[in-house]
């Protein structure tokens, strides 16, 4: 076999190529700011473009040691918020959905602010293969929308709008294709099998053992 067709061979024992224009958004966004399910369905249906965020460690120099010094884990970090693009409608549907998300964090009538836990949520990532069946997933856990973008409009511009939405979010968790957690928890494994002895062992007795 040669290496291309092994590399095939590779890339398909995993599901094929990851094709990136193959993706499927669930957002829901609360009740008291959305209050008709359709409105989720629709907007999480106009995503452009997004972002699965990285993972990383934060790292701190050890210097309580003699010699050079070198890097150790400290935490674990994410991007500080993702984007998103979505095709916008002609009556600025998508906008409004958003915003009436923010308005319901943040009262613009008193400035008010909700609690945490009734504004945020998850929002689901599925990649798509082509016949449009899930291979993999990612849940930005407690996200919200944190920024809103504004519209550019051009004389000149024969171009679809679309307008742009930071989400916070807490952590990233890595789903299989039916959203089963991946890695839910880091468990080392150990050996039940006890160590074959070269030798038997031997009493004070020595010789007499034997």
């Known amino acids: 076999m040669s290496s291309m067709d092994e590399f095939i061979a590779q890339i398909q024992r995993k599901g094929g190529p990851a094709y990136l224009n193959r993706f499927e958004v669930i957002i829901l966004s609360p009740f008291e700011a959305n209050a008709d399910i359709e409105a989720d369905r629709l907007t999480s249906f106009k995503v452009q473009t997004l972002t699965i965020p990285g993972k ?117 968790i890595q789903t299989d294709a039916n959203g089963r957690v991946k890695n839910s928890g880091y468990r080392p494994s150990t050996s039940t099998t006890r160590p074959r002895m070269l030798t038997p062992p031997s009493s004070p007795y020595g010789a007499m053992d034997r």
């Open 56 to 172: 990383n460690l934060r790292t701190t120099p050890n210097e309580n040691i003699y010699g050079p010094t070198y890097e150790m884990a400290q935490g674990l970090t994410y991007a500080e918020s993702v984007a998103m693009t979505f095709y916008l409608s002609a009556e600025h549907f998508e906008r409004d959905f958003f915003v009436n998300w923010i308005d319901m964090i943040i009262k613009p009538d008193s400035y008010n602010l909700e609690y945490y836990d009734n504004y945020k949520r998850d929002i689901t990532i599925f990649q798509l293969d082509r016949q449009d069946q899930k291979t993999a997933g990612y849940i930005l856990k407690d996200a919200y929308p944190k920024t809103v973008g504004g519209i550019d409009m051009s004389q000149s511009s024969s171009e679809l709008g679309t307008i742009n939405v930071d989400f916070s979010f807490k952590e990233v």
